[in-house]
């Protein structure tokens, strides 16, 4: 998934998803907290990897991960290709009216713009680019 997409949350907590990330995404798909200050977007092939390894894990570890499960939500678009962002992740991410939906390869996340304005300004240079793509092995 790629792009980057500005829409806004509507006063009953729902966001319009783009056409094109809704090829993507599928008929059912998976919301959660993202790793930084952002919601994610998991299709149900990225989302059915995720269980599996998480599935893998020791319960000890996994005890860890029960927040992440227990606030996910199974989504489903209206007629309108929206769909609705349950109050607690809208506050984890700090969703409030305007966002941002960026693709992000197998998934994608929802930022406040504001604070993805931020991110991608401090992210967004010449000497950050090369080290991504040093990374990539490019």
């Known amino acids: 998934m790629t792009g980057t997409y500005e829409h806004s949350i509507d006063a009953k907590g729902r966001l319009f998803?783009?056409?094109k990330l809704r090829e993507e995404l599928g008929v059912t798909f998976y919301l959660a907290m993202g790793v930084d200050a952002c919601l994610a977007i998991y299709?149900?092939?990225t989302?059915?990897?995720f269980t599996e390894k998480f599935a893998a894990m020791p319960m000890s570890q996994s005890k860890a991960m029960r927040t992440l499960f227990a606030n996910a939500a199974k989504c489903e678009?209206?007629?309108q290709g929206?769909?609705?962002i349950p109050?607690?992740?809208r506050k984890y991410a700090g969703l409030d009216k305007d966002t941002v939906i960026i693709g992000v390869n197998d998934r994608?996340?929802?930022w406040a713009a504001e604070t993805w304005n931020e991110q991608e300004e401090e992210n967004m240079t010449p000497e950050k680019m090369a080290a991504c793509m040093e990374a990539l092995g490019v």
């Open 17 to 19: 998803i783009p056409a």
């Open 43 to 45: 299709p149900q092939e």
């Open 47 to 49: 989302w059915n990897r």
């Open 77 to 79: 678009l209206d007629s």
């Open 82 to 84: 929206r769909i609705v």
């Open 87 to 89: 109050q607690k992740l």
């Open 108 to 110: 994608a996340e929802i």
